[in-house]
Structures are given as C-alpha cells and as structure tokens.
C-alpha cells in the first residue's frame, strides 16, 4: 500500500482480554517502530526491528507485551491480561535502511474497560 | 539514552505572525537526525522538517525552518506566516543512524484568527 496500515483503528478490550494490533509498513521498509502515546503525551518508543530481528525492545512496558514481525514485513504488537493503564494510542511507523524519515500509521486507539 | 525535552507545553500565535518552538536534546551520538512532526487531531503524523547533524546548513521547508545549535544540543521550529491549518501538536524527535526515534513531550500550538 501506500502508507504504513495499522489495524483495527479502534479497539475497545475488557481487563483481563489479550489483544493484537496488527502493523502494516511500506513495502520494502527495513525499519519498523512502535511506540504508545497517551492521551496528550508524545509518543513513547516501544520497540523496533531491522527486518524480522527485534533490536530493541527496551521500551515495552511489562512482560505482558509482545512484539514480532517473524517474516520482516507485517507486525503484530500483542498485549496480554489487559489493564487500565494500557488504554494509549499505539502507533507503528517504519523506515527504509538508509533513510532518515520515518512514515506513521493513523494508530490503533485501545481502551481498556 | 538519548533523551529529547520540549519545555513550551502549550503555544499560540496570531495568524501571519512567526512563532518559534524550542527543543533541545541529550546524547553522545555525533552523527543523528532530529525531526519535527506535525500531530493534528486526526492522530497522524506528518513530518514537517528534518535535519541531519553532520550537516551545518539549518533546513528550510517553505515556512518551516530550524535553528540547529550543535554544540549546544538546541533544535528549534521557526514557523513563519503562521496559518489556521498550523494549529496542531508539534513533536521534536531525535534517531539514532540505523536506531529508534525518540520523541519530546510536544508543543501544542493554536493559531488564532
């Protein structure tokens, strides 16, 4: 496609469900970022990969999330035993290699009820 | 880490007038990138202006340009002839070469009428 595709836009989960937020970057882009933004905060790096290999993961916040990409394109952020403190936008972006700008999809707003 | 700090949480300008949003960063990187992206309501990101380190000419956008103080680890937005369709969040990011970007808390910017 083209721009990066990130689904479902909307997610509503009760505390306790597991969830899935897909990512779809540009074709061909090595990079690929997510990041969670809370309501009126700038967005938090979450974790990255260079193809399908996880580079950092860093910024995930508990065991309780997951990310992978296992055949470098399409990535999935999983989220199991949802809280409260989940409810944020989660956004993905990626990147070529050697470019320098990097490309966001609309997001994927989770509330956790 | 590289850390990114955006001390203006909220800006206003009238429309026409040049506003100027600051940011500044830390890290022990010599070469990077800083980025300022532009958040309307609808949640997409949509870069407004980049800037590599290793080069010493600030980058101009058409009514966007930075002042990119090195030494300093200053990276600040010049909106000039400032417009309705301005108003918005603005974040600072920093990445890494081949890295994750990081971003600031933001600047949220109304131009008035």
């Known amino acids: 496609g083209a721009g990066v595709s990130q689904s479902p836009r909307y997610k509503v989960a009760k505390r306790g469900q597991d969830v899935a937020l897909r990512c779809d970057p540009i074709?061909?882009?090595?990079?690929l970022f997510w990041y969670q933004q809370a309501l009126g905060q700038g967005p938090e790096f979450l974790t990255y990969f260079q193809n399908e290999a996880q580079l950092d993961k860093s910024g995930l916040p508990s065991d309780r999330f997951f990310a992978e990409r296992p055949e470098g394109s399409v990535s999935t952020l999983k989220i199991q035993r949802t809280q409260q403190e989940d409810s944020a936008v989660y956004l993905c972006?990626?990147?070529?290699?050697?470019?320098?700008?990097?490309?966001f999809g609309q997001g994927t707003r989770l509330t956790v009820v | 880490a590289q850390t990114v700090t955006q001390s203006q949480p909220e800006m206003s300008v009238q429309e026409a007038e040049t506003v100027t949003l600051s940011c500044t960063y830390d890290t022990s990187e010599n070469n990077y990138y800083l980025f300022w992206y532009k958040q309307p309501p609808s949640r997409q990101m949509i870069l407004v202006i980049r800037?590599?380190?290793?080069?010493?000419q600030n980058a101009t956008e058409n009514r966007f340009s930075v002042n990119f103080q090195k030494a300093a680890k200053s990276f600040s937005l010049k909106i000039s002839d400032s417009q309705l369709g301005d108003t918005a969040m603005y974040f600072c990011a920093f990445m890494k070469l081949l890295g994750d970007m990081r971003f600031g808390a933001g600047t949220r910017l109304t131009v008035k009428p």
């Open positions: 972006a990626s990147s070529q290699r050697t470019a320098t700008e990097a490309f």
């Open positions: 074709s061909g882009h090595v990079s």
């Open positions: 800037q590599e380190a290793y080069k010493q």
